[in-house]
């Protein structure tokens, strides 16, 4: 069935805000790095064990957000605008690839070893997303109407309901897709090497330091 000039009209304005997020975590980006250069987690002299699991749990996050993204693109690799994926992660939150990039966010944030960070950068994250997820949805529920309807009705926006999960029979797997997601999430890892440069640049520089918690 051929595409109604609204869902056409919809579909550039989802492209049109995509866009926008891409440029929203360019900023995003830059701040961080910025961040990075004039301020200091106040755990790492006063308790280094503890800066160190911040750290810690920060790869794990990272982590977490390469393999759940990945996971997800198992199921909705190509199909977004073209069918309703409810199964699987799909199943337990409407927008799990968003999910776990907020962990991932997160996860760069604590690379600094402050919890501060951490909860700015997910929460950074989190602002942008909800955003391009109301337009989504706005596409979604032109495109699949009552069906969408109900399964929003069901199924939370971002937190994860455990209890709604339903296993796939069968996937369809694009390994193109599901290699190319992987590998851009892997970009996140790029966090611990960038933080420990900007560091040894703020030491190098004698910047004045702000310490975190």
């Known amino acids: 069935m051929p595409d109604s000039p609204n869902?056409?009209?919809?579909?550039?304005?989802?492209?049109?805000?995509?866009?926008?997020?891409?440029?929203?975590?360019v900023l995003g980006l830059a701040l961080w790095i910025v961040l990075l250069l004039f301020t200091e987690s106040r755990w790492r002299v006063s308790a280094p064990g503890f800066y160190t699991l911040i750290w810690a749990l920060g790869l794990v996050l990272i982590l977490v957000c390469i393999m759940g993204r990945t996971w997800c693109t198992l199921y909705i690799g190509g199909l977004k605008k073209r069918q309703l994926v409810t199964l699987g992660p799909y199943s337990v939150t409407r927008n799990p690839l968003y999910a776990f990039t907020i962990i991932g966010a997160a996860g760069i944030g604590a690379q600094t070893g402050s919890l501060l960070t951490a909860l700015l950068a997910?929460?950074?994250?989190?602002?942008?997303?909800?955003?391009?997820?109301?337009?989504?949805?706005?596409?979604?529920?032109?495109?699949?109407?009552?069906?969408?309807a109900g399964y929003a009705a069901k199924v939370p926006r971002f937190l994860p309901d455990f209890a709604q999960w339903q296993e796939a029979d069968e996937l369809l797997v694009r390994p193109r897709l599901v290699r190319q997601t992987f590998l851009d999430a892997c970009v996140f890892l790029l966090a611990v090497p960038v933080t420990g440069m900007m560091d040894w640049v703020r030491e190098v520089a004698g910047l004045p330091i702000l310490q975190l918690p």
Not at 7 to 25: C, E, H, I, P, Y
Not at 126 to 138: D, G, I, P, Q, Y
């Open 7 to 25: 869902m056409t009209s919809d579909g550039s304005q989802l492209q049109s805000l995509q866009r926008r997020r891409k440029q929203a975590f």
């Open 122 to 148: 997910g929460g950074f994250a989190l602002a942008v997303f909800t955003v391009v997820v109301r337009r989504e949805e706005s596409f979604l529920a032109s495109a699949f109407g009552d069906d969408f």
